[in-house]
Nanobody, 115 residues
Framework: QVQLVESGGGLVQPGGSLRLSCVASGTGFSAYAMGWYRQAPGNERELVAV???????NYADSVKGRFTISRDNAKKMVYLQMNSLNREDTAVYYCNAAFRSLIYWGQGTQVTVSS
């Protein structure tokens, strides 16, 4: 069992930056692929970035070059550095842990990009 808690969301102006953090509790963190997803009102939840247990990273095309995902297995943390934010990045951001058929979600953190 893994519990995930996100933090770091908030209100930011267009062009600004935020860093999201996700802390995991439970065992086996290093075995999980960790990801960030987001869901805007009226939209489906979509993948933003994922980092495998081996460090392989994939990004959604919409965030490539602006967002950076990283993980610290010793601290059971995963981060999402978000730069050059725009209004289309406004959403609830969710942390995700996946290992085979096991999938866990955090409660989400709101990111609002507005002037």
């Amino acid at each position: 069992q893994v519990q995930l808690v996100e933090s770091g969301g908030g209100l930011v102006q267009p062009g600004g930056s935020l860093r999201l953090s996700c802390v995991a509790s439970g065992t086996g963190f290093s075995a999980y692929a960790m990801g960030w997803y987001r869901q805007a009102p009226g939209n489906e939840r979509e993948l933003v970035a994922v980092i495998s247990r081996g460090g392989i990273i994939n990004y959604a095309d919409s965030v490539k070059g602006r967002f950076t995902i990283s993980r610290d297995n010793a601290k059971k943390m995963v981060y999402l550095q978000m730069n050059s934010l725009n209004r289309e990045d406004t959403a609830v951001y969710y942390c995700n842990a996946a290992f085979r058929s096991l999938i866990y979600w955090g409660q989400g953190t709101q990111v609002t990009v507005s002037s």
